[in-house]
């Protein structure tokens, strides 16, 4: 194809570093029409000039019809607004198709598979680093079903579901409910023993017991339920030996659902590790640039509830790990939630920095209040009919009705709040990235990468 002048209203000069962009000519922002040449017009849509209405009038005026460009392919609805009002658009990917040969700015979004680890083995030996690997692949592969882990003494079983590690089963005494609210004097040793009897005669869980005993309240039986999932799982973090088997298989649903996110989990057990295995696998990805996952269903994972939000929020696909720890003053809790996002994959790595910023975005207040799931979607309804035009209140919205945070929910309000997260999730669209440069975090980087 010949190539032909065109004209780019945008500031981003590194559009211009590519072959195909050399007969093109870039507007400045005191640029006026008529000092444009004829040709096909494109307009950025991150230019400034695309929230001016009047300006963009003026330009049709004197030149033409305009053709809107996009830094990332459009939902099905978003692309349908601009088809209704007139306007063409085109992602930046395809534009080098239209005017010559040369090579996509945005890189090609490739096979998006290889942005999650490999599946597990049904069976395999624990230790810190497998372990966490073993939960990040179950998490990262949505699975469902029981995990059966144990050392020479100790039995335990986890059940997932769609890869969230709902309950935990332990033979470990110090683990029980009771036992543990005694070593912790909540109760006294006498209580626990009568809360066992009443259990016992009434077939009912201790916890039950407690509650009918006055000795806790629902929302205190709820909290301690909470810590005692809590200590039974991260105490795996500690094991430095054991064998695990994972069956994939339906699963009854517990009416209890942990408070904390999977990274979470993530952050807290490997707070528990001692050996500097969190900090040497950072500063191996050190000079890699931190990416937001280009999927919604990871990037917009809840976060955990102790996240820096001003330190993650530089995040925006063109800062190094290096550069992110400096800016934190290498704080080893900040370290370690950096870890978590990326086992969790709501992160990545990569070998080259985003063309264009993107940033991490849709961060919740610290301590909000999770509504009701009727409540939320009375609330989102009314938003979405007056307009949810501003980027950061979509992302947001985002992380509130993700799935993680529904789990036990009736069947009905899960299909209702994932039907909104894909609907929201086409208004934001996330940048399409090079596989090909995007790495996996690894503790311990025990995976070689071809």
């Known amino acids: 194809m010949q190539n032909k002048s065109f004209y780019v209203i945008t500031l981003d000069e590194e559009l211009f570093g590519q072959p195909w962009m050399k007969p093109a000519v870039m507007c400045r922002m005191g640029m006026q029409p008529k000092e444009a040449p004829r040709g096909d017009v494109y307009v950025?849509?991150?230019?400034?000039?695309?929230?001016?209405?009047?300006?963009?009038?003026?330009?049709?005026?004197?030149?033409?019809?305009?053709?809107?460009?996009?830094?990332?392919?459009?939902?099905?609805?978003?692309?349908?607004?601009?088809?209704?009002?007139?306007?063409?658009?085109?992602?930046?990917?395809?534009?080098?198709?239209r005017v010559g040969q040369g090579t996509d700015i945005r890189g090609q979004q490739g096979d998006l598979s290889k942005l999650v680890p490999e599946r597990p083995a049904s069976r395999g030996k624990i230790e810190p680093a497998t372990w966490v690997a073993l939960l990040s692949a179950i998490h990262s592969h949505q699975m469902t079903g029981n995990l059966y882990l144990k050392t020479e003494k100790i039995k335990k079983m986890v059940t997932f579901l769609s890869g969230f590690p709902l309950q935990v089963k332990s033979n470990k005494s110090k683990e029980l409910?009771?036992?543990?609210?005694?070593?912790?004097?909540?109760?006294?040793?006498?209580?626990?023993?009568?809360?066992?009897?009443?259990?016992?005669?009434?077939?009912?869980?201790?916890?039950?017991?407690?509650?009918?005993?006055?000795?806790?309240?629902?929302?205190?039986?709820?909290?301690?339920?909470?810590?005692?999932?809590?200590?039974?799982?991260?105490?795996?973090?500690?094991?430095?030996?054991?064998?695990?088997?994972?069956k994939e298989e339906a699963v009854q649903i517990p009416e209890f659902l942990p408070p904390f996110s999977f990274c979470d989990l993530m952050s807290s057990g490997l707070s528990r590790l001692t050996s500097g295995?969190?900090?040497?696998?950072?500063?191996?990805?050190?000079?890699?640039?931190?990416?937001?996952?280009?999927?919604?269903?990871?990037?917009?994972?809840?976060?955990?509830?102790?996240?820096?939000?001003?330190?993650?929020?530089?995040?925006?696909?063109?800062?190094?790990?290096?550069?992110?720890?400096?800016?934190?003053?290498?704080?080893?809790?900040?370290?370690?939630?950096?870890?978590?996002?990326?086992?969790?994959?709501?992160?990545?790595?990569?070998?080259?920095?985003?063309?264009?910023?993107?940033?991490?975005?849709?961060?919740?207040?610290?301590?909000?209040?999770?509504?009701?799931?009727?409540?939320?979607?009375?609330?989102?309804?009314?938003?979405?009919?007056?307009?949810?035009?501003?980027?950061?209140?979509?992302?947001?919205?985002?992380?509130r009705i993700h799935m993680d945070r529904f789990l036990v929910e009736k069947p009905s309000v899960r299909e209702q709040m994932e039907s909104w997260f894909n609907k929201l999730s086409h208004e934001k669209i996330s940048p399409i990235q090079n596989v090909a440069d995007l790495r996996l975090f690894q503790l311990g980087w025990k995976v070689k990468y071809e």
């Open 277 to 399: 295995i969190v900090e040497a696998s950072v500063n191996i990805a050190s000079g890699m640039f931190l990416v937001p996952h280009p999927l919604a269903r990871w990037r917009y994972q809840p976060l955990p509830a102790n996240i820096d939000m001003e330190l993650f929020g530089r995040i925006d696909g063109r800062l190094t790990v290096n550069q992110l720890m400096e800016a934190g003053q290498s704080d080893r809790t900040q370290m370690t939630i950096l870890s978590s996002l990326l086992l969790s994959n709501a992160l990545l790595l990569s070998l080259r920095p985003l063309p264009t910023p993107q940033h991490f975005g849709g961060f919740p207040l610290p301590g909000e209040h999770v509504l009701l799931p009727a409540r939320m979607l009375e609330e989102l309804e009314v938003e979405w009919q007056t307009g949810i035009s501003d980027i950061g209140r979509i992302e947001t919205w985002l992380r």
């Open 44 to 97: 950025d849509l991150m230019h400034p000039i695309c929230s001016q209405p009047e300006a963009l009038d003026r330009w049709r005026k004197e030149i033409g019809p305009v053709v809107f460009l996009s830094r990332f392919p459009l939902g099905k609805e978003s692309w349908q607004r601009f088809i209704e009002s007139g306007s063409e658009i085109l992602y930046i990917g395809d534009m080098e198709k």
């Open 177 to 246: 409910l009771g036992r543990m609210l005694v070593d912790e004097n909540v109760i006294p040793a006498s209580a626990c023993e009568e809360s066992v009897k009443k259990m016992n005669a009434e077939s009912i869980l201790q916890g039950q017991a407690l509650v009918r005993m006055n000795l806790l309240t629902e929302d205190e039986l709820v909290a301690a339920l909470s810590r005692q999932w809590a200590i039974k799982l991260l105490d795996v973090f500690e094991w430095l030996e054991g064998e695990y088997v994972f």
